[in-house]
């Protein structure tokens, strides 16, 4: 049963440009929604995160938007450069499971120079 | 500090073969999971630890054993491999126990089993 979507699998971004990574989640219970930055032969590393109180947070170049009633939460990287090249997980969790984290599947970003 | 350390980085078993991944973390955290990670599937929780002495299991924890007898290591045993548990394996750790706190990751296992 996969409750967080991400989409798309993959995306080729050119220098500069607006990367953007969706995720959408089916339990409503979930309170706690992080992204996950993953380079080659490392371990996820967390980017940036946000609660449903709040519908946007912005961390340097790195904004996540939140849309509690459609259930769906994005990342936004602006003036992508190569070094953002990356996979990059959403997840959600929630408090009574210890906020174990529920990931998407990843999303392969790719900058051109 | 190291952070969360993982050995080995690769490892090659033959089906039915034994082995135990090791993780450390020297951070004082409470919580402490295993996860294997698959192409297109995202990262699965195996076991979790919210302290010395409790382990539950997660989302695939078949085939696995975990046991935290100190607050800084918490091994992951593969009783007898099959090659369906060919993957990479990540140890994490975060502070606050059930706390929705940021998860510090490992650099991975590389697992492969003929």
């Known amino acids: 049963q996969q409750q967080v979507k991400q989409s798309p699998q993959s995306l080729i971004v050119q220098k500069g440009g607006i990367s953007i990574i969706n995720c959408a989640y089916e339990n409503t219970a979930f309170d706690y929604f992080p992204w996950y930055q993953q380079f080659p032969g490392k371990g996820p590393a967390l980017l940036i995160a946000?609660?449903?109180d709040v519908s946007e947070k912005k961390e340097g170049r790195f904004t996540i938007s939140f849309n509690k009633s459609a259930k769906q939460f994005s990342l936004h990287i602006m003036d992508s450069q190569p070094g953002d090249s990356a996979t990059y997980f959403c997840?959600?969790?929630?408090?009574?499971?210890?906020?174990?984290?529920?990931w998407g599947a990843g999303t392969k970003l790719i900058i051109k120079p | 500090n190291a952070g969360v350390t993982q050995t080995p980085k690769f490892q090659v078993l033959k089906t039915g073969q034994s082995m135990t991944l090791q993780c450390a973390q020297d951070?004082?955290?409470?919580?402490m999971s295993w996860y294997r990670q698959d192409p297109g599937m995202g990262l699965r929780l195996i076991h979790y630890?919210?302290?010395?002495?409790?382990?539950d299991q997660g989302e695939v924890p078949n085939g696995y054993n975990v046991s935290r007898s100190t607050t800084e290591d918490f091994p992951l045993r593969l009783l007898s491999a099959a090659p369906s548990q060919t993957s990479v394996y990540f140890c994490a750790s975060k502070n606050g126990g059930a706390a929705a706190n940021e998860q510090f990751f490992g650099p991975g296992t590389r697992l492969t089993v003929l």
């Open positions: 946000i609660r449903p």
């Open positions: 951070m004082n955290h409470e919580y």
């Open positions: 630890s919210v302290g010395a002495g409790i382990t």
């Open positions: 997840a959600a969790s929630k408090r009574d499971s210890n906020y174990q984290l529920i």
